[in-house]
């Protein structure tokens, strides 16, 4: 696999399963970026507010608090924090019409390193790296 040119973000993952976040971990630091992790909502925002992200990836079902409820909580934080959420329910969230405005971004579980590259540079275009969380 060719590495592509990447800019590093920084970069915190949320999901409640420990295989998940050290998947998206290996795959996203290949890439050269700089990864926290966090099992709930409640250790995401906690780490939230100790660091600075250039983005934040979380999966939507997750217990005590979902992906996008996360989302709101971090944006109402930082309003031009990038999110982008992950879930194996994308087409039916889609087909709910569930609001999901807090979310830049949405990938379809199972995903692959192109699909994290999308989203993050979808979800980061018009931000600047570092200014997240300011």
Known sequence: MT????????????DDEPFVCDAVRMM??????????ASSGQEALARYDQEKYDLVITDYAMPAMKGDELAVAIKSRTPGQPVVLITAYAEML?????????????????FLLENLREAISEATRAKSPGNAGS
Not at 3 to 14: A, D, G, M, S
Not at 28 to 37: C, E, N, S, Y
Not at 94 to 110: E, H, R, T, Y
């Open 28 to 37: 996203l630091t290949f890439d050269g970026h700089h990864v926290d992790t």
């Open 3 to 14: 590495k592509p040119t990447i800019e590093p973000r920084r970069i915190l993952v949320v």
């Open 94 to 110: 889609k087909a709910s019409n569930q609001p999901l405005g807090a979310v830049d971004f949405i990938i379809s579980k199972p």
